[in-house]
């Protein structure tokens, strides 16, 4: 029996005694050094070992990693679900998002009405309007009074716009003949698309088939 340098327990070395080489010890006393301080550190740490003490592939495994654990978290959960969620019906989902606008509207409606009365800043006196009458006879509908202020605006000359169809565009429909914008050296007009306003081009005046009242 031999004793091993360096504090470490007494152990036999057979290796030793049958080589003449005392350097085929080395790897030997080196593994079981790592094994015995690794063992040293496992019992005073938390940590778990790792399933091997030592890169030599002849040291002994000092401890097994633990199977990992899913714990519950402490704050309050629902429970996931373990089968598939079923999807409602086309029809049951539109009756739903139906009810879900009618509610948004009613409450969007209370809302309103409810802070109709607030404003920002501070409030101000308003005098009344003095010697202001209210009329004795009902209102005119709403239909009269835009005919009187079309009568208004047809009867009045050069209040109306011009509008004209162009030879060779006639499918594209109305065009309105831009104001002042005429050239008379070179004929021509700028003209705008009635039905898209952002369309504007140059054309010769006599290519314009005025209309006399288009608003008539």
């Known amino acids: 029996r031999t004793a091993v340098p360096g504090g470490l327990?007494?152990?036999?070395?057979?290796?030793?005694?049958?080589?003449?080489?005392?350097?085929?010890?080395?790897?030997?006393?080196?593994?079981?050094?790592?094994?015995?301080?690794?063992?040293?550190?496992?019992?005073?740490?938390?940590?778990?070992?790792?399933?091997?003490?030592?890169?030599?592939?002849?040291?002994?495994?000092?401890?097994?990693?633990?199977?990992?654990?899913a714990k519950p978290p402490p704050w309050p959960h629902r429970q996931a679900s373990t089968k598939p969620m079923t999807v409602l019906p086309r029809e049951h989902r539109e009756v739903l998002a139906a009810q879900r606008q009618k509610l948004a509207e009613q409450a969007f409606a209370l809302d309103r009405n409810h802070t109709r009365l607030e404003r920002d800043g501070e409030a101000k006196v308003h005098r009344p309007v003095p010697f202001l009458e209210l009329p004795a006879v009902e209102p005119r509908p709403l239909e009269e009074l835009r005919a009187m202020l079309r009568q208004a605006v047809v009867s009045k000359e050069g209040s109306q716009p011009q509008f004209a169809l162009v030879t060779g565009r006639e499918q594209e429909g109305w065009h309105l003949l831009c104001p002042e914008s005429y050239v008379q050296q070179n004929d021509t007009v700028e003209v705008m698309k009635a039905s898209d306003v952002r369309q504007i081009s140059v054309e010769l005046y006599r290519n314009c088939k005025v209309s006399v009242n288009l608003l008539r």
């Open 9 to 69: 327990s007494p152990t036999v070395a057979p290796e030793m005694a049958a080589a003449p080489d005392a350097q085929a010890w080395e790897p030997q006393q080196a593994a079981v050094a790592e094994a015995q301080l690794w063992e040293a550190s496992a019992a005073t740490s938390t940590f778990p070992a790792p399933p091997m003490a030592s890169s030599f592939p002849h040291a002994r495994p000092t401890g097994v990693w633990k199977p990992l654990e």
